[in-house]
């Protein structure tokens, strides 16, 4: 079965320092891979997305992510953290020609002065 | 126009009552989601729509109805909730699936509590 893991559940960054974010899938073939953002009660905002082509992919705000295939990971990174990151961070799969989304359970970054 | 719209934002009901949520989009995307968020964990699929017609229903209770009117347009009709479906609830576009390249356009959500 398809999964999506998100090891980190919580991390607290200094404003300024760098931001790395993991994430594991297991799926058979080469997924479609997304980052989304959530702010406190707001929706998710699509980050970048991977479908095929060049493994380092550049999103808004800054963010970057690297497709491993021989670690089945997507980790998103940041390489200066500014205080309005603070957010949930989800990781997603495209699992099937339907369009379902497979989440991870998701990581709370917290950005300290 | 990049934008999901939801209405309303929030949403008090008892149990009850008869409500709708709406979604609307006008990027000429054809597929549409429902999801239902609780605090501090992921989206969870309820609905699919595409081209207007549901694909998709991830074993939701019988009180949630969906309705796609249009292409444009997506309404969720609640009817004698419990407490325990109080909860964000998304709505998200895509020009066609995932799997095939269309990534999903999230509303900014309706906050619903059951009462």
């Known amino acids: 079965a398809q999964s999506v893991t998100q090891p980190d559940i919580h991390i607290t960054v200094s404003e300024g320092a760098s931001l790395e974010l993991r994430c594991n899938y297991s799926?058979?073939?080469?997924?479609?891979l997304f980052w989304y953002v959530q702010s406190p009660g707001q929706g998710l905002q699509l980050l970048l997305k991977?479908?095929?082509?060049?493994?380092l992919v550049q999103g808004i705000k800054g963010f970057e992510a690297e497709f491993k295939r021989s670690q089945s990971s997507f980790n998103l990174r940041k390489p200066s953290v500014h205080w309005s990151d603070a957010a949930e961070y989800f990781c997603?799969?495209?699992?099937?020609?339907?369009?379902?989304?497979?989440f991870g359970a998701g990581t709370q970054v917290v950005v300290t002065p | 126009d990049t934008e999901v719209t939801q209405t309303p934002k929030h949403l008090v009901m008892g149990m009850t009552n008869k409500k709708s949520l709406k979604c609307e989009q006008h990027?000429?995307?054809?597929?549409m989601y429902w999801y239902k968020q609780k605090a501090k964990k992921p989206p969870e699929l309820m609905f699919v729509?595409?081209?207007?017609?549901?694909?998709i229903n991830e074993s939701v209770p019988s009180r949630f109805s969906p309705e796609c009117p249009n292409s444009s347009l997506l309404n969720l009709h609640l009817h004698a909730l419990q407490p325990e479906d109080s909860a964000l609830y998304l709505c998200?576009?895509?020009?066609?699936?995932?799997?095939?390249?269309?990534?999903?356009?999230f509303g900014p959500g309706t906050r619903l509590t059951v009462l």
């Open positions: 799926y058979g073939a080469t997924p479609y």
């Open positions: 990027m000429g995307h054809r597929a």
């Open positions: 998200a576009s895509s020009h066609g699936l995932a799997g095939v390249g269309g990534e999903q356009f």
């Open positions: 729509y595409s081209y207007e017609k549901l694909s």
């Open positions: 997603a799969v495209g699992v099937d020609s339907w369009g379902k989304l497979q």
């Open positions: 991977y479908f095929s082509g060049d493994t």
